[in-house]
Nanobody
Framework: QVQLVESGGGLVQAGGSLKLSCAAS????????MAWFRQAPGKEREFVAAISWSGGATYYADSVKERFAISRDNANASLQMNSLKPEDTAVYYC???????????????????WGQGTQVTVSS
């Protein structure tokens, strides 16, 4: 089993920054893609960013491009969030795919392991 624990969420003013971290434990291996998703109240969980097992390829939702940056250190992952907007308010989840894939997935169905989430609130 794999356990993922997110940290770093909080309350920040619009235009501010936060860095989320995801710590993996258990049967961890580094050759899996990892991703961040978020879910706002009353909305579906949506893709934010993903990173390949090597860290050499990253993908972002259009809404966060140029503002967010995903990175990883072996089996752990981080999400640097800059220029935050009120619409970024959500619970942020770290995820790891269940099986290694040739292409980094951006759909939540491809991710088997999930953290418990961390709340990010951006005030206007």
């Amino acid at each position: 089993q794999v356990q993922l624990v997110e940290s770093g969420g909080g309350l920040v003013q619009a235009g501010g920054s936060l860095k989320l971290s995801c710590a993996a434990s258990g049967r961890i291996f580094s050759n899996y893609a990892m991703a961040w998703f978020r879910q706002a109240p009353g909305k579906e969980r949506e893709f934010v960013a993903a990173i390949s097992w090597s860290g050499g390829a990253t993908y972002y939702a259009d809404s966060v491009k140029e503002r967010f940056a995903i990175s990883r250190d072996n089996a752990n992952a981080s999400l640097q969030m800059n220029s935050l907007k009120p619409e970024d308010t959500a619970v942020y989840y770290c995820a790891r795919e269940g099986y290694p894939s040739l292409r980094v997935p951006t759909s939540k169905g491809a991710y088997r392991y999930w953290g418990q989430g961390t709340q990010v609130t951006v005030s206007s």
